[in-house]
């Protein structure tokens, strides 16, 4: 609960001090429960800070869309109700559903409203991604991601949330599961655990395989993104080897995928990578 400077104004120093103790004290004991230290909540509140609107604005977004989803809609095709004014000629031709009514949606297509979704977040943990954050800042934002949706989805039935980061050392790397508790300390423990991989992996990119081994075992209507700083040129990942690994999925239901390559200056094979891709996802 806020206290207004109004309320403040009038507290006497003895209970302002009171208050104050009472407000240490109950940190305490929450740095205690999440089994954190005090530097360890200072780090965790420098990178929320940072996607803090954000975070409200996904969460925002995500009730206004549940919200949504419950609103009584005029279903059309109906076999009683109010007659569709758009309809007087089938009705005079003699079909039979030219009525419509209020009622609830159908929740075929409404992914949050029909059944959890499953999203799963590929991040990048690579060398490059350490070596090159000197230069864009990119590990940064990629840690600032990935904290924004653990925190926006963390108390959301609706959601159940994958994070898996591929290296050169794997292309798959646990780090968060549906069953995993999201509060601050293991999210702390999470974007820790990425930045260790950076620094201690092997060098080399297993990005194809870690698409590849995503989607294979992703559900239709399931959610895939793939985030990768892979040096294409570099490490000779072309077009084919991505089409290659995705034919064989096409005769399947298969995911919805949003791809996204950070490339620096000099890596300039994204682009028709990425025009390929769009027309295989």
Request: with cysteine; proline share 2%; net charge neutral.
């Amino acid at each position: 609960m806020q206290v207004t400077d109004e309320m403040k104004a009038r507290m006497s120093e003895e209970s302002q001090r009171k208050a104050r103790a009472m407000a240490k004290e109950a940190f305490n004991e929450k740095l205690k429960e999440l089994d954190m230290g005090k530097l360890d909540w200072k780090r965790y509140q420098s990178l929320r800070n940072e996607v803090d609107d954000e975070i409200t604005q996904l969460k925002s977004l995500l009730k206004d869309l549940k919200r949504r989803s419950e609103e009584r809609v005029w279903l059309k095709n109906q076999s009683n109700g109010e007659l569709d004014e758009n309809k007087i000629v089938d009705a005079l031709s003699g079909e039979r559903d030219v009525f419509k009514r209020r009622g609830n949606p159908s929740t075929n297509g409404n992914f949050l409203h029909n059944k959890p979704i499953t999203i799963k977040l590929l991040v990048d943990i690579s060398a490059s991604m350490y070596r090159f954050n000197s230069y864009d800042g990119r590990l940064q934002r990629l840690l600032e991601a990935t904290l924004m949706m653990m925190e926006a989805f963390r108390d959301d039935k609706r959601i159940r949330v994958h994070i898996i980061g591929h290296s050169g050392s794997s292309a798959k790397i646990p780090l968060v599961d549906p069953t995993t508790s999201l509060d601050e300390a293991t999210q702390l423990k999470v974007l820790e655990c990425m930045v260790a991989n950076t620094q201690y992996t092997y060098a080399g990119d297993n990005t194809v395989e870690a698409i590849s081994d995503s989607i294979s075992q992703s559900a239709k209507g399931d959610l895939v993104i793939i985030i990768s700083d892979a040096n294409l040129q570099r490490y000779r990942i072309g077009v084919d080897d991505v089409s290659k690994r995705s034919e064989n999925m096409l005769d399947h239901p298969h995911p919805y995928i949003s791809l996204l390559i950070i490339t620096t200056l000099v890596c300039i094979s994204s682009r028709p990578f990425n025009q390929k891709m769009s027309t295989l996802i």
